[in-house]
Nanobody, 126 residues
Framework: QVQLVESGGGSVQPGGSLRLSCTTS????????MAWFRQAPGKEREGVAV????????SYVDSVKGRFTVSQDNAKTTLYLQMNSLKPEDTAVYYC???????????????????WGQGTQVTVSS
């Protein structure tokens, strides 16, 4: 059974940084994709970063390119999202997701991932 548990959320001023973690268990397939999504109040959940567990290939949505970095530890049990130069519009609940991802073109779509964490709140405000 795949389990994902996020941590590291909190409140930060604009321009600040946070690092989110997602501890995983039960993932046995090497060619699994991990992703970070976020959902702001009143908005749909959107994918922001994707990583391939096998080769560390990454992809980012345009709004976070150059500011966010997704990575995993050497044991491939923890996924990270380093967020720098945070903006008020980054405020959201951030979710970790995992799945085999058959079509890379759908990598930022919520329906592409079968497994989800419970989410962690990130608030960017002065």
């Amino acid at each position: 059974q795949v389990q994902l548990v996020e941590s590291g959320g909190g409140s930060v001023q604009p321009g600040g940084s946070l690092r989110l973690s997602c501890t995983t268990s039960g993932i046995t397939r090497r060619n699994f994709y991990m992703a970070w999504f976020r959902q702001a109040p009143g908005k749909e959940r959107e994918g922001v970063a994707v990583l391939n567990r096998r080769d560390n290939w990454t992809s980012y949505v345009d709004s976070v390119k150059g500011r966010f970095t997704v990575s995993q530890d050497n044991a491939k049990t923890t996924l990270y999202l380093q967020m720098n130069s945070l903006k008020p519009e980054d405020t959201a609940v951030y979710y970790c997701a995992a799945g085999p991802l058959v079509n890379l073109g759908y990598r930022f779509r919520e329906g592409s991932y079968a497994h989800w964490g419970q989410g962690t709140q990130v608030t960017v405000s002065s």
